[in-house]
């Protein structure tokens, strides 16, 4: 991570490090890091910079590519043809430079002074700064500050400092002359014990901040994006604790390197684009001699090259299926495993259907086990306060609350994971039969009377609320979380470090999807150990061991019983779901742990036994 202070750049050994990965998600554009010394803001996309000599590392994907640029179009975005997914860049461990990596904002500029008998509240403009420290002249010594807690956003993701002077003064008649504020906190650090004080005498609990449109509406402003961040905004400005879980949600969209049938010598001709986009009837003969354009587009005769050249050249629309639909096609079209049957050096993509030892349970239809699997997550955007939720094809509405992470880009930052997985694909005519049943239609009812009252808890309500997922994929992902945990105990791997993907699309869609995909991955790794594609083969007894784990919960009867409607604990979003029976890291969920209920796959207490798709022992 680079860092730059004011117009005179200093090579500096930085303070902390971002893997490249953690940029794409966690850390991205606009999200708050706190540093050894300093808390700052990862700057947007226009601030960073790559190495020339090195060239920018770009990341092909082109069925991902399109999606967006659909969805993008819609916001009236560009995305690049050639380069839209990028690696973010790396850094100079050694000296930071403007130059080379991402730069950051400090931010916030407020500062604490931590003398217990001053807690002056400064802007950094007012401290002395010392070997990248800020110290506060107390009168009799100088105190270190650090920069405080809290800030402002609003529910369309700004960010601003907190508006400490107003606050302070907003209950007192006619302006302060010249405030002086001191931040004071209890114990605990509860927002009830946290004041801030003026030496006029003016004060203020930090508590108050917390009602509804307790402060003043939002500035708009998008400190990441640079001067020309700043827009217009309707809402009000809201407390945020800086490090707060909710204080950043990366807008992440990922797609398996799948071929897809009929766009392949299109996606070929834009992974080539660097060389073809000067392709004519002439030079065509020369560009055929590169080695890779040659490798590339072996079968292809070079009329057809140029007519697809031609047509990405145009913007034409290619007609794609959606993301995961075209996933699950590739995923349920695989031939029988046959004995050395091994993927080549260079696939990207490799899978096989397989008979698991014992067979499997009359609810599974087929089972595929993946030795090579390229996955590519690309963060297109971000939100605060309230994670934006994808649809049932990953995908996110961007007419809907988000920030950009760039003003004047044409690319995404993305990275790209290699490894295995298992697909478990469920029998579609018994998922319908269990849908059928009395049981479930009315436990569908309570699940949708959750999720209504969870829209209506929203504040502003969204303009496109997101459609319920439907039973169907509250039992899926249910028993995605308990397979993860089953077959972690045996794979080698860790629970969180095995993700799941669900392809979830109802009877009445062209192509219905009742199925799951476990993977685990590797950024920059060119596979894995090969111990979840081996469990695969003994899914039947795995199955048995998830059935088993959530028959009992540790805090049943509360969790089996728990419903939805009309929740005093606003568990809106889960039926029997809790920490000790479903939930599982957050880095291997792609909803945080919500859409649960495990009494939709295995019998649980209170429950007729009718209600779980499992309804014995697989």
């Given at each position: ?139 009799r010594r100088k105190t270190e500050a650090v920069p405080v807690r809290f800030v402002a956003t609003c529910k369309n993701g700004h960010l601003s400092e907190f508006p400490w002077i107003w606050f302070a003064h907003r209950s007192r ?446």
């Open positions: 991570m680079a860092k730059s202070w004011g117009k005179k750049q200093i090579s500096l050994r930085p303070q902390g490090e971002i893997r490249q990965s953690q940029m794409v998600t966690t850390y991205g554009a606009g999200a708050m890091v706190d540093l050894v010394d300093q808390a700052v803001l990862v700057g947007g996309l226009d601030f960073w910079s790559y190495d020339k000599a090195e060239g920018i590392p770009v990341i092909q994907e082109p069925r991902l590519r399109d999606a967006l640029a659909e969805r993008f179009g819609e916001a009236e975005i560009s995305l690049s043809v050639d380069a839209a997914f990028r690696e973010p860049p790396v850094g100079d461990s050694a000296a930071a430079t403007r130059s080379r990596g991402v730069q950051v904002l400090e931010f916030p500029q407020w500062f604490v002074c931590q003398n217990p008998h001053c807690r002056a509240l400064v802007r950094s403009q007012g401290l002395e700064r010392k070997k990248g420290r800020y110290f506060h002249d107390c009168g008649e006619g302006r302060c002359s010249g405030p002086s504020l001191s931040l004071h906190e209890g114990a605990s650090g509860d927002f009830s014990e946290v004041t801030v004080e003026c030496l006029c005498g003016a004060s203020e609990r930090l508590s108050t901040a917390l009602a509804t449109e307790a402060l003043p509406g939002c500035s708009g402003e998008r400190p990441w994006l640079g001067r020309e961040g700043r827009e217009e905004c309707e809402h009000s400005q809201r407390l945020l604790v800086r490090t707060a879980s909710h204080s950043y949600f990366p807008l992440v969209v990922s797609a398996l390197s799948v071929p897809e049938k009929g766009t392949e010598l299109v996606d070929k001709v834009k992974a080539l684009w660097d060389v073809l986009a000067a392709a004519t009837p002439e030079t065509m003969a020369a560009f055929r001699t590169i080695s890779k354009v040659e490798t590339g587009l072996a079968g292809w005769s070079n009329e057809d090259v140029l007519a697809a050249a031609a047509a990405v050249r145009r913007g034409a629309p290619v007609a794609r299926d959606p993301l995961r639909t075209a996933e699950f096609k590739q995923l349920v079209d695989q031939e029988l495993e046959k004995a050395g049957d091994e993927p080549d050096r260079d696939d990207l993509f490799f899978a096989r259907r397989i008979e698991p030892v014992g067979g499997v349970p009359r609810q599974v239809s087929m089972v595929v086990v993946a030795k090579k699997l390229r996955e590519v997550r690309v963060h297109i955007g971000l939100s605060r306060l309230e994670a934006a939720t994808p649809d049932l094809q990953g995908e996110y509405d961007l007419g809907v609350r988000w920030q950009r992470l760039g003003l004047t880009t044409n690319w995404l930052p993305a990275s790209e994971l290699r490894g295995e997985g298992l697909f478990v694909q469920l029998d579609e005519s018994a998922v319908v039969a269990w849908e059928d049943r009395e049981v479930v239609r009315r436990r569908t009812e309570e699940l949708l009377d959750g999720y209504e009252a969870w829209l209506r808890g929203l504040r502003p309500p969204p303009a496109k609320p997101p459609v319920f997922p439907g039973a169907r994929f509250y039992m899926l992902h249910s028993l995605a979380h308990l397979l993860i945990s089953a077959i972690s105990l045996e794979c080698g791997y860790a629970a969180s470090a095995i993700r799941e993907r669900i392809y979830c699309a109802d009877r009445t869609s062209e192509v219905p999807m009742a199925a799951i995909l476990l993977s685990t991955g590797t950024a920059g790794s060119d596979g894995t150990l090969g111990g979840l594609v081996e469990q695969a083969r003994q899914l039947r007894t795995h199955l048995r061991r998830a059935w088993d784990m959530g028959l009992l919960c540790s805090n049943d009867p509360v969790c089996g019983a728990h419903t939805p409607r009309g929740d005093h604990a606003e568990r809106f979003l889960e039926g029997s779901a809790c920490h000790g029976c479903l939930f599982i890291a957050e880095s291997s969920c792609e909803r945080f742990n919500r859409y649960l209920d495990r009494a939709l796959v295995v019998p649980v207490i209170g429950h007729e036994a009718d209600l779980a798709f499992f309804g014995e022992r697989p």
